[in-house]
């Protein structure tokens, strides 16, 4: 039997959990859980930054910024990213993260991330709420060849979480080929 909540905030807490990944723009990291695909076609993703937030400031200037996909190996880099500014000094210095020039945007990805998207700004979604979503149409893709979804990591409400196991469906190839 389901049961109404009064409290709202309910239905977000029963969502499952998110990607977790590194938005770069200029020579900033920052962490965020807040991150979808949005179309296939164009290929495009958002990312919901906070107005206060610094990358929400480089995002607006810019208008690029790259998705770098970290993995569960590197849980101490995101906490380092997770937990200082980009005003207040270098994360890649900080972390130990290799900056590396993208290609189709003037903004840096990570090269020890095993999946990067450059993405060029079409559109910014001011909705009153909490973030602020960007929707960024992928320019460029760099994908390491021993990638596999499964080393991704989840993130909701304070938990890291592993990727998980599939249970059926198609492949990529059919996904995009039918």
């Known amino acids: ?50 107005p206060e937030k610094y990358t929400y400031e480089l995002i607006n200037s810019k208008k690029e910024f790259a998705i770098n996909i970290p993995t569960k190996k590197q849980l101490d880099k995101i906490h380092i990213c997770g937990t200082i500014s980009g005003r207040d000094g270098n994360k890649y210095i900080k ?43 992928i320019k460029e893709v760099h994908i390491d060849e021993n990638y596999a979804r499964d080393d991704a990591l989840m993130f909701w409400l304070g938990q890291f979480r592993n990727v998980g196991e599939k249970i059926e469906g198609i492949s990529n190839d059919e996904l995009f080929n039918s």
């Open 1 to 50: 039997m389901k049961v109404i909540h009064d409290n709202l905030h309910d239905g977000i807490v029963a969502l499952p959990s998110f990607p977790v990944v590194f938005v770069t723009v200029g020579n900033n990291i920052m962490v965020v859980g807040a991150f979808h695909f949005y179309s296939f076609n164009p290929p495009s993703v958002m990312v919901g930054i906070k």
């Open 95 to 137: 972390a130990n993260l290799t900056p590396q020039r993208g290609n189709k945007i003037d903004s840096y990805i990570i090269e020890e991330c095993p999946v990067n998207l450059e993405c060029k700004v079409v559109h910014r979604i001011d909705y009153t709420g909490s973030h602020k979503w960007f929707i960024g149409e």
